[in-house]
């Protein structure tokens, strides 16, 4: 019998969205595999966990409580031994940042091939993963030459399993070897508070590394003036310090949903379209016309924002 | 102490770009410093700085034409540099992550570092797993996607800060030897200076094939297969508005109006 192990992610004592999506995701495989799907739930509150994972397609939910956050070294000693008890071929889990923090780590330990950040998944005589390249601007399809692999799932690309299921849940017990523990988990912090929510903005101007100098800042500063908008940015203005971490927009930054989203030399890569593919309008200037921004906007321009960004305030004034 | 960083050459396509079979022709493909690895390579470079005992070594897996990419950093104050190359490697359309950890595992054995430092990702393949793998494989300990990074005074404990998701950080305490991949905006990249790019050139690098690191050809043999490669289709309907500067700007501007921005 080949099973399928999924396992969920939550933080701070909620089950994080990808985790419903990756129900889908392993449902899917396991009918594609012929066998059952399982789910795993590592530490906090297992078992308010395992009611709410109990939902359509799930077969077994297996709970081990063990910590109250995630842990990678019990997540690997966790799930390795749960890969065997239930003799999975698949084990998947989203494509997070505790994702990325355990799953490489699990898939080298048992020697099985690790596909991360998929975005389809196709079984026939072997396993077909989706993902993509060179920041987002091509699609591959990867063949695995194995049967039992590791995939993690891109967050997003599966829709979320709603209905009640009636999965048995069961407490899996295991020995956990303390020695080979080297992490600890010191506490959490929140960071980008400020001045501004621009998760409350109506209009976001956002800048991207297409603006090149801190100095030019200015060009769209003077837009978001002109349209009495609020500025973002995406991850590298952050990071150069041009302005505070609270206006990120993306994966570790804020999500937004503004009624109007300008996207001002912003490439669209998956961390920063996290963030806010749920604008209601999104606006594109970009030089680049196979920029993967352009596949989420609906209006756009492809030239260069220093010749249109001026033009389009001056409408303004 | 000795630390070591992994560097990545890694290739970005042109705006407009050709597939020939499952690769971006040569011809649209550019070659750079992975961003990430930019930041690990500073994080590495500034602990050099701020104590006389750290002995800095790069490592980078790829041909002949990546040592422009190795010497950058060196140029930014890498002490030395290894590059890991074979034909072996060269037949393969994807390395897979396993395949990187046991190179990396070799050169790891070889020169012995407390501490390995890379990036959170590679630009082109972004699997985003190589270091996890290879803390794995090395037995040592780790953290993904550190975005501060500090040393106990007796090195044996890396306080770090891990970048999660929505503007939360998780603080850890890893047990040293460890391998942390290092996530952009830890620290601010610096230029190489012309003396440094200078300096750079004149360094040896460390060549070392499969048999050097005593590896057969097997342990770059993967799983995976690289089947096809495409253009996305877009599901797009996005209005491209067509003209100079000034008349998208006027169409655009007509749009927002519509839409009521502006109105104060
Ligand atoms: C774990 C993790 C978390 C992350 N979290 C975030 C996050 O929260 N938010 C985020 O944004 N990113 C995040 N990232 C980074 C993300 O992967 C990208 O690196 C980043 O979003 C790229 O920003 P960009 O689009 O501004 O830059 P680029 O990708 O470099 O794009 C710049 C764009 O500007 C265009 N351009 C250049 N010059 C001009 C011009 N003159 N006129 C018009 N267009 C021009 C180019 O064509 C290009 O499309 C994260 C990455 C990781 C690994």
């Keep these: 019998m080949s099973a399928v192990l999924a396992v969920a992610d939550h933080r701070r004592g909620a089950l994080r969205d990808v985790s419903f999506e990756l129900l889908a995701a392993g449902r899917e495989l396991a009918d594609a595999l012929g066998g059952e799907f399982h789910v795993a739930v590592i530490g906090g509150d297992v078992e308010s966990f395992a009611e709410e994972l109990n939902r359509e397609g799930v077969d077994v939910v297996h709970t081990v409580d063990e910590g109250e956050e995630f842990n990678h070294d019990v997540y690997v000693q966790a799930v390795e031994a749960l890969c065997e008890e239930v003799d999975a071929t698949a084990i998947l889990s989203p494509n997070s940042v505790n994702g990325l923090d355990y799953a490489p780590a699990v898939a080298n330990g048992l020697s099985i091939p690790l596909v991360t950040d998929a975005i389809a998944l196709a079984y026939e005589d072997g396993l077909e993963v989706t993902r993509e390249m060179y920041g987002s601007k091509v699609e591959t399809t990867v063949e695995v030459d194995d049967d039992r692999f590791f995939v993690t799932i891109r967050s997003g690309e599966w829709p979320a399993v709603e209905g009640r299921g009636d999965a048995s849940i069961e407490p899996f017990e295991f020995e956990l070897d303390e020695s080979a523990v080297g992490s600890r988990v010191q506490g959490f912090e929140e960071v980008g508070e400020g001045d501004v929510d621009i998760s409350d903005a109506d209009v976001l101007v956002s800048v991207g590394r297409g603006i090149e100098e801190e100095e030019n800042l200015e060009i769209v500063e003077a837009l978001a003036d002109a349209l009495d908008a609020t500025l973002s940015a995406s991850r590298p203005v952050v990071d150069n310090g041009w302005l505070p971490k609270n206006r990120q927009v993306g994966q570790s930054g804020k999500v937004v949903s503004p009624e109007v989203y300008i996207a001002v030399g912003i490439s669209g890569a998956v961390q920063h379209v996290a963030g806010m593919k749920g604008a209601k309008t999104i606006v594109a200037i970009n030089t680049d016309p196979n920029a993967p921004i352009f596949d989420i906007a609906d209006y756009g321009i492809v030239d260069d924002l220093f010749e249109v960004v001026p033009e389009l305030t001056e409408q303004f004034e | ?264």
Excluded: C, H
């Design chain 2, 1 to 264: 102490m000795k630390v070591l960083v992994t560097v990545k050459e890694v290739a970005e396509a042109a705006d407009d770009f050709e597939i020939s079979g499952i690769e971006i022709e040569e011809g649209y493909l550019e070659y750079d410093l992975n961003e990430w690895d930019d930041y690990a390579i500073e994080e590495a470079v500034q602990l050099s700085e701020q104590r006389d005992d750290v002995e800095t070594v790069g490592v980078t897996i790829g041909p002949e034409r990546s040592e422009e990419t190795i010497r950058m950093a060196l140029a930014k104050g890498i002490d030395r540099a290894v590059r890991v190359w074979d034909d072996a490697i060269e037949r393969q359309d994807l390395l897979d992550v396993d395949a990187k950890a046991r190179l990396l595992e070799a050169v790891v054995e070889a020169e012995d570092p407390d501490l390995v430092l890379s990036g959170v990702q590679a630009n082109d393949d972004s699997f985003g797993a190589t270091g996890v793998a290879l803390a794995r494989q090395l037995g040592f300990q780790w953290a993904a996607v550190v975005n501060r990074m500090e040393l106990s005074d007796d090195d044996t404990i890396a306080n770090v800060r891990r970048e999660l998701e929505g503007g939360v950080e998780e603080l850890t305490e890893i047990d040293m030897p460890a391998v942390l991949t290092i996530q952009t905006g830890i620290n601010e990249p610096r230029y190489a200076s012309l003396r440094g790019i200078r300096q750079a050139q004149s360094k040896e690098i460390d060549v070392q094939s499969l048999d050097d690191l005593g590896l057969g050809e097997e342990a770059v043999e993967g799983e995976l297969d690289l089947t096809s490669m495409y253009e996305p289709v877009s599901e797009s309907d996005a209005e491209i508005f067509e003209g100079d500067p000034d008349e998208t700007a006027g169409k655009l501007a007509a749009v927002l109006q519509e839409k009521g921005v502006g109105a104060q």
